[in-house]
């Protein structure tokens, strides 16, 4: 009897409460402090999440949920060489037998991810938050995986089924308006995602995911003017972030390369896109994207592919999504090794059987100059570019590329059919007169 108790009472001592009221298993308060900040400094887009992660994993290196985190921030980075730490701290939760049921399942949706099955970690993460519409963490992952997905409806309707369960007093509450902004832009409702994407700004200006949304709204509507307004004088406040500031810079070079003023995104990408030291996804990708703009309205970029390619070379020439990886062929000159791998397996690998094998081809084809394999290859393909993921924005390039090849092969007919589709979604659409298509 009094060992019962007494086991009770230790349970109770070890579980502590994070910001928005759920429950964690964690050996002592600090721990559980330490934690609670590393998940809002990732939700924050801070420099350093994993320092409060590091804290949390020393006042107590058995809890589940830093475990959990530390597995995901390790698959967030995106390196293949960092899957087998994400796998052992899986590993190490599976060992444990006192997790309660919300730490299972994040155990289960990291596991998901370590096999590479995106979709099965979302279907957990969402899972968790039909009983806890307040986990932030999960709320967040999901977020940033359907993105990946090419799933635009779950990217604004996470964060919808989300807002019911917050009001204006909730941590937090601005971080998810921004993230709603963002999945109704994609959606293509811009009025929406204007009014969500301002009011998120104006609660947290150094949030810039929030003015990261507005400006997508801007690009998608050709406000270029507004834009670099919107962009530039907010720069005070998110140019504190992470590695998501290039891409924020990248939005900026965006509205000057779609405005015609090519010497200023150029100059915006030596001192502002190209990171020293940036190597995540993400920073490749803004990179490779703009050099490949800069190209395609006629720049001579010099160099600078080479740069870039060796740092993707560094991280053994491919990425864990696929998203990336056609970026990462642009730079390259060739299709990721990973990319034909026959023994690869999960989600990354059946959407490069789709579309991803084709869309590097077809890209390498361009760079190369080969425009009528270019124009082969990612024909068929193009209306199925929403499968790599990424936004409307980053995945313009892959039909600006098929249009550029269409005109150098003077396949006209083609080329208004692309602007035609291009339209849908950008009714405004300008570009550089290199584009210009001949009228029927
Ligand atoms: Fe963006």
């Known amino acids: 009897m009094t060992g019962a108790s007494f086991s009770v009472r230790s349970a109770d001592e070890a579980m502590q409460r994070d910001r928005l009221g759920l429950q964690l298993t964690a050996a002592n308060g600090e721990a559980a402090r330490a934690f609670d900040d590393a998940v809002w400094a990732y939700v924050g887009f801070s420099r350093e999440p994993g320092v409060p992660l590091k804290r949390a994993l020393q006042a107590d290196p058995a809890m589940p949920m830093a475990l959990c985190l530390q597995g995901y921030f390790m698959h967030l980075m995106g390196l293949p060489a960092l899957l ?46 039909r009983e806890q519409p307040r986990d932030f963490l999960a709320l967040k992952l999901a977020n940033y995986l359907y993105f ?95 590695f998501f500031r290039y891409h924020l810079w990248w939005h900026l070079a965006l509205m000057h390369w779609g405005a015609g003023r090519f010497d200023e995104a150029l100059r915006l990408y030596d001192a502002r896109v190209w990171g020293e030291g940036s190597n995540e996804n993400l920073s490749l990708c803004n990179d490779i994207s703009l050099l490949a703009r800069l190209e395609l309205a006629g720049v001579d970029v010099g160099g600078r592919w080479d740069a870039v390619a060796k740092v993707v070379r560094e991280q053994s020439g491919s990425s864990v999504l696929a998203f990336a990886d056609a970026h990462y062929a642009l730079a390259l000159g060739s299709a990721p090794a990973a990319v034909g791998s026959a023994t690869s397996h999960g989600t990354t690998a059946r959407v490069h059987d789709m579309i991803g094998r084709a869309v590097c081809e077809g890209v390498v084809a361009w760079r190369g100059k080969d425009y009528r394999r ?59 007169a290199q584009f210009t298509v001949a009228k029927e």
Not at 95 to 124: Q, Y
Not at 384 to 393: Q, R, V, Y
């Open 148 to 242: 990946y997905l090419g799933d635009a409806a779950n990217v604004r309707d996470g964060p919808a089924r989300a807002l019911p369960h917050w009001d204006q007093s909730t941590p937090g509450y601005g971080h998810l308006l921004a993230l709603h902004a963002f999945g109704l832009e994609e959606c293509g409702d811009y009025a929406a995602a204007e009014r969500a994407g301002r009011r998120a700004t104006e609660i947290n200006p150094a949030d810039p995911w929030a003015v990261h949304a507005v400006a997508h709204v801007m690009e998608m509507q050709e406000r270029s003017t507004e834009g670099v307004l919107w962009i530039e004088t907010l720069a005070p406040h998110w140019d504190t972030a992470n």
């Open 84 to 129: 087998a730490k994400a796998r052992s701290a899986h590993a190490s939760l599976e060992s444990n037998p006192g997790l309660n049921p919300r730490e299972r399942a994040h155990a289960a949706a990291l596991g998901a991810w370590c096999e590479g099955e995106l979709e099965r970690c979302c279907e957990i993460l969402d899972g968790i938050l």
């Open 374 to 432: 270019a124009t082969e290859l990612l024909t068929p393909v193009r209306k199925d570019l929403w499968k790599l993921g990424g936004s409307h924005a980053q995945r313009d390039l892959f039909v600006l590329i098929l249009l550029d090849s269409a005109l150098q092969i003077g396949d006209q007919t083609l080329a208004r059919t692309l602007l035609t589709e291009r339209a849908i979604l950008r009714p405004d659409g300008r570009l550089p």
